[in-house]
């Protein structure tokens, strides 16, 4: 240290300190409402399931006994069935078409128009892509029928209802996950490839060695996102099929619904909740663990 350094007078240390009031502040809004239309009504929820409680009264204490009727009540496990179908025929389809058309509108001079013409579908309310398909697979006027010369009733056959809402809902949401796999894309560095390119690697080799590898985490992200958000299913249903035909594609939030609003069994749908979000929960813990072996 020099002398003009020792002479300088030292200025005195700020000390670290975080001032949370401002923060606690702007946070407040946020978790006032949060509280009172998320927190508040899941602590309603879970009390009511331990109720006797209709739709718009008050019952008595029953403690788990709407539980034990669940476990033995087979339209809820039937519902819990037809959920998961629904997951099987939806979520590897979406996972894989989204990522093939990224691959596919990620280059050339129209994919902006290509991009957009996949993405739309996803921006449109719920009851009208509903009934779009309703009027394509109309069986009597639909223009699949006409093309294929048959009179299916696509959603009036208990064994194609399921599989038709499917493929309604590939068609309606895959857009959003295009565009995830667009991010993830075009986060892959250019001298990756060109590297590559260099070593001779082509086509799927490239694919498998190079954009698979890095896509990964993107892919369990989008995994993850549509095993949730198809085990959520009910707006579809509901349009398209009413559950039916015969209680085919009833799934949970349809039966909660049936339960809730048509039986007036609030104290029994609050079970059906508590339990469907335990299912909700291992699934989040599934995305979790998902996403820590992406990144290892």
Sequence with gaps: MTVLEQAAPQRPRKRASTR???VVLLLL???????????WPAIQTVLLSFTSSGLTTTGAFVGLAN?????SDTSFWDSLWHTVYFSLLTVIPLTAIGMMLALLTLGGRLRRVAQAAFFVPYVLPVSVATLIWQWILNPNLGVVNAVTGSQTAWFSDPTLAMPAVA?????????????LFLAGLQNISKDTYEAAALDGAQGVQVFRYITWPALWPTTALVL???????????AQVYLLTGGGPFDSTRVVLQYLYDTAFTNTDAGYASAIAVAFFVVILLLTLLQNALLSRSRQ
């Design 224 to 234: 993850t996102l549509q095993l949730v958000a198809s085990f959520k299913i009910f």
């Design 67 to 71: 539980f034990r009727t669940l476990i």
């Design 167 to 179: 493929a309604v809902t590939v068609w309606w949401t895959v857009g959003f996950n295009m565009l």
């Design 20 to 22: 949370w009031g401002p």
């Design 29 to 39: 809004p946020f978790l006032s409402v949060y509280a009172l239309f998320f927190i």
